[in-house]
């Protein structure tokens, strides 16, 4: 029963988090919203900062289960195409982390360490996926290319979110379009058959 | 005199929120930092949120003028070169407003009208270039591609700041690698001669 209410904190807390902004909620209203006392609250998270450590600590592992060094195993583009929607959608699950990172991270330094981490872990992942598709045939490109490649793949994977944000008037979170640009700055170095795979994926997902 | 005292305050609001997050800056903190009363502080500004919109203002004036629709006369690598580093440079002056961006944004609908602006008129200012390198036959990409480049190019310009800032540890703020990272997104599409200029450039920053 307690720790039925703990995650139903947690989930309480996601979800006023992701509406509203974390900065703009506090342990109160999340008590209020479930008809809990602020007490009770207390009692399973003695801070707001203890709360949000909780949430990350379970992003955290969704994305290390997703991340990683890719097997042997000859990467295919529509592979590459799913892991990517599954990283997205964890992001959109979690967005109340992306949308406020800097500060975030600035606030909680345990925080922006294992932040840093996962980013570390993606840019490798990242390399990983296109080495793999350079070796098969599939893709040309220099060293420097791949590498000004994948610092970008992340860079636009870890802010697609805020960017969408501010620009769009209906701020609706799009992980197809994200997945969209993503595979566009891979595009133009893969070989004549593998692009024409991917130009029809891209067809496809264009709206 | 008064005028003095002024802009003597944005300076040194400026310098603190770039320094340390304008959400851990207060107008008190600002005062003492000058030596003069809150009392005068509040004089010229009535609220912190009457600060950040002069500072915004000075900001947003710098960028228009930098952007906008290029002219008839045919765009050039370096050019473009040249204008990112401008751009960036102005970026990394206002830091502040790109570190806590949706918050801000959500906090101030104005700012984040005005902001949406900037950013709608970077993505004409960046099709406009690259059309321009198209017309010029400098470049091959169709329409869709092209698209991509271009939203890509706005959503790296806009936050690699941020990007930078969690992911290295000593967070220098680097606009030559931010330039570096935008170029490499156009440098599969231009034809060879371009291609081989844009290398050489890309070889001479990369450190």
């Given amino acids: 029963m307690a720790r039925d209410t703990r995650q139903r904190i947690l989930d309480m ?3 006023l988090f992701n509406a509203d902004g974390e900065p703009n909620v506090t342990t109160n209203r999340i008590a209020d919203e479930m008809d809990i006392s602020p007490g009770n609250l207390h009692y399973h998270f003695r801070t707001k900062q203890d709360l ?3 949430l990350f600590s379970a992003f955290e592992t969704r994305m290390l289960e997703l991340l990683g060094p890719v097997d042997d195993q000859q990467p295919d583009i529509e592979d590459i195409w799913l892991f990517l929607h599954l990283v997205f959608e964890t992001i959109v699950e979690y967005r109340f982390l992306y949308r406020d990172l800097t500060e975030l991270c600035s606030r909680q330094r345990s925080i922006q360490q294992r932040f840093r981490g996962i ?5 490798e992942t990242a390399q990983s996926l296109l ?6 045939g599939q893709l040309e490109a220099s060293d420097t290319e791949l590498n000004g490649v994948v610092r970008n793949i992340v860079l636009i994977s870890t802010f697609w979110l805020a960017f969408d944000a501010v620009l769009e008037r209906d701020g609706q979170a799009n992980p197809n379009r994200a997945a969209w640009q993503v595979m566009s700055l891979v595009a133009p170095y893969l070989v004549d058959d593998t692009r ?3 130009q029809e994926l891209l067809k496809a997902y264009q709206n």
């Fill in 13 to 15: 807390a996601l979800a």
């Fill in 52 to 54: 949000i450590e909780s």
């Fill in 119 to 123: 980013l570390k872990l993606s840019l």
């Fill in 131 to 136: 080495d793999g598709l350079r070796r098969a």
């Fill in 196 to 198: 024409e795979q991917m």
